[in-house]
Nanobody, 123 residues
């Protein structure tokens, strides 16, 4: 019943921007931490950012810090990932995930996962 669903992926040229959305249902976002991960073919799933619905804190991996911005809208149970200055190495399937309580940086720490949305950055 509880689920998260990503949207907003697509094809963009290097240097472009995209905004991803993670819509939560079946649970109340304000009590959860939400993480964004990405996975390219042949690579492990990589943590890139997370947001805490309880206190609004945000955190970023070094690979995206300064280019990506995570934000949450507890009223609408939605978390966003604004991506600017995109690079070809950002190409991956992007996933959002949720866990009750504090955020986490490891996939195993999350309870619910979305199906993913493809982001492709051309050079």
């Amino acid at each position: 019943q509880a689920q998260v669903v990503e949207s907003g992926g697509g094809l963009v040229e290097a240097g472009g921007s995209l905004r991803l959305s993670c819509a939560a249902s079946g649970f109340t976002l304000k009590y959860y931490g939400v993480g964004w991960f990405r996975q390219a073919p042949g690579k492990e799933r990589e943590w890139i950012s997370c947001f805490s619905g309880t206190d609004g804190s945000t955190h970023y991996a070094d690979s995206v810090k300064g280019r990506f911005t995570i934000s949450g809208d507890n009223a609408n149970d939605t978390v966003y990932l604004q991506m600017v200055s995109l690079k070809p190495e950002d190409t991956a399937v992007y996933y959002c995930a949720a866990r009750r309580g504090a955020y986490g940086t490891q996939p195993k720490e999350y309870e619910f996962w979305g199906p993913g949305t493809q982001v492709t950055v051309s050079s």
